[in-house]
């Protein structure tokens, strides 16, 4: 018996020393890690920024050194559309959004994030002389599933789009997930956020948008939750809680 207790005791010594052993090995492999998982996620930032600009092509796989080139990041406060000073290059806005020291729980919430950042980032584009050719803005808003990350590309009136590219979603793939499919991406450029009211009226439309019909694309076939979601946080951002207290102060003085 004792012997057998001695054996049982030997056993659980050594998965308790395996267990310490492995889960140091973790600790050390994240931490080691870390500055790689870092960088990737800024890499991939940095390529979807490019892309929203129409600048992938000519980065080819020089992303950085093109990135670093034609683009300046800077923090704003939604609030004021003023710039303020903040660390743009580690920003991010899920963290800042579930920070009650960073953001705000709406009231009036359609894009259904629930809580906002106080601050976002902008993305000024430039090209080769310094003049701003277009700006890209972050967005977030719910889908069917869960919330969709993606980025506007607006051209220097700050009115006409030039892209639109989603980055992050859950969507059902062959329906809501064709928000990735290069040809309802491009039917984005030339479209327009805002009527001759400044009012943010961009929207999917349903059977498709008619022709000439400035402020609609076409909805996703099968995906009306995802097409509402989509117009919802594009109306949402590009209104009085989003991007326009900065677009009105600053649309006719990019350049």
Known sequence: MSSNKESFGKTVGFVFIVCLVCAALVSVSAVQLKPLQTANKLLDKQTKILETAGLLELAGKDIVPTYNKYVEAKMIDLETGEYVDGDVKMFDERRNARDPQKSEKLENDPAGINRQSNTA????????????????????????????????????????????????????????????????????????????????????????????????????????????????????WFGEQGYLPFIEKNRGELN
């Open 121 to 236: 980032v902008v993305y000024l584009v430039k090209d080769e002389k310094g003049a701003v050719e277009t700006v890209v803005f972050p967005v977030v808003g719910a889908g069917l599933w869960d919330l969709m990350y993606g980025y506007v590309g607006l051209k220097s009136d700050l009115n006409t789009v030039s892209k639109v590219i989603y980055s992050d979603h859950k969507e059902t793939p062959g329906l809501g997930a064709e928000v990735m499919n290069p040809k309802w991406k491009a039917l984005w450029p030339g479209k327009k956020i805002y009527n001759d009211n400044n009012e943010p009226v961009i929207k999917l439309v349903k059977g498709g948008a008619k022709k000439g019909d400035d402020y609609g694309v076409d909805a996703l076939s099968g995906a009306t939750l995802t097409s509402d979601g989509v117009t919802r946080t594009l109306q949402f």
